[in-house]
């Protein structure tokens, strides 16, 4: 089974700090994306990874950035965290885009409280 | 731009009955994917089923089977016999141009006993 990994379930930060959420998933897949899940507002793309280095912006990439340089691994970076950021946090990888799969797998989802 | 649209924010049946969940989108593509995910309280998102637009046939994955209706863009899904373990949040997403997932707000279904 594929399995996603999510560094924690539940994190408090305070305003202006810098926050790191850490995605780990061992299937070896090549697309990695973050998300943020807020009520009413379904689940909206922040970032996204088609390989090791590569990122693509998605709908609302502000005030967030983003690393990948293992395969395994994709990291969502606050740069300086706000109370508008407090939010669900979701990763998901799938295989290489075949128009057969669309797949995606998720981790548990980490909620952030931006205080 | 692609849409995906849910009506219903939440709703609730007894167990054993059958639900549909409403799911309606847009898109200019021909060829592309629609698919209902699940999330229980607490646990992980699943994939539930998919729809290839350029099938006919409804997909069906045991309890679950959608009613895809392309020239409507309409995608709903069917529970049929419904327990307790339903219970979830349920997203209908679209795949878009670029072969990300465009996401519904969700819809809360409760399943009482």
């Known amino acids: 089974d594929v399995k996603v990994t999510q560094s924690s379930r539940y994190l408090v930060k305070r305003t202006g700090e810098k926050v790191f959420l850490e995605c780990v998933q061992d299937?070896?897949?090549?697309?990695m994306f973050w998300y943020r899940q807020d009520p009413g507002l379904g689940l909206r793309l922040i970032y996204f990874?088609?390989?090791?280095?590569?990122?693509e912006k998605g709908d609302i990439p502000e005030g967030y950035s983003v690393s990948r340089e293992k395969k395994e691994r994709f990291s969502l970076i606050l740069e300086s965290a706000s109370t508008n950021q407090t939010s669900m946090y979701l990763c998901?990888?799938?295989?290489?885009?075949?128009?057969?799969?669309?797949?995606?797998?998720f981790g548990p989802g980490t909620r952030l409280t931006v205080l | 731009a692609q849409t995906v649209t849910q009506s219903q924010p939440e709703m609730s049946v007894q167990e054993a009955e059958t639900v549909t969940l409403s799911c309606t989108y847009d898109?200019?593509?021909?060829?592309?994917?629609l698919f209902w995910y699940k999330q229980p309280p607490s646990r992980q998102m699943i994939l539930v089923i998919r729809q290839e637009a350029y099938k006919q046939q409804n997909a069906t994955e045991n309890r679950f089977s959608v009613n895809f209706q392309k020239a409507a863009k309409s995608f709903s899904l069917k529970i049929s016999d419904s327990q307790l373990g339903d219970t979830a949040m349920y997203f209908c997403a679209l795949e878009g141009s670029n072969y990300q997932l465009i996401w519904g707000a969700g819809t809360k279904l409760i399943i009482k006993p």
């Open positions: 898109t200019s593509e021909n060829n592309y994917y």
């Open positions: 990874s088609y390989d090791v280095k590569m990122k």
């Open positions: 299937m070896d897949h090549e697309n």
């Open positions: 998901a990888s799938s295989p290489p885009r075949g128009r057969a799969l669309g797949e995606q797998f």
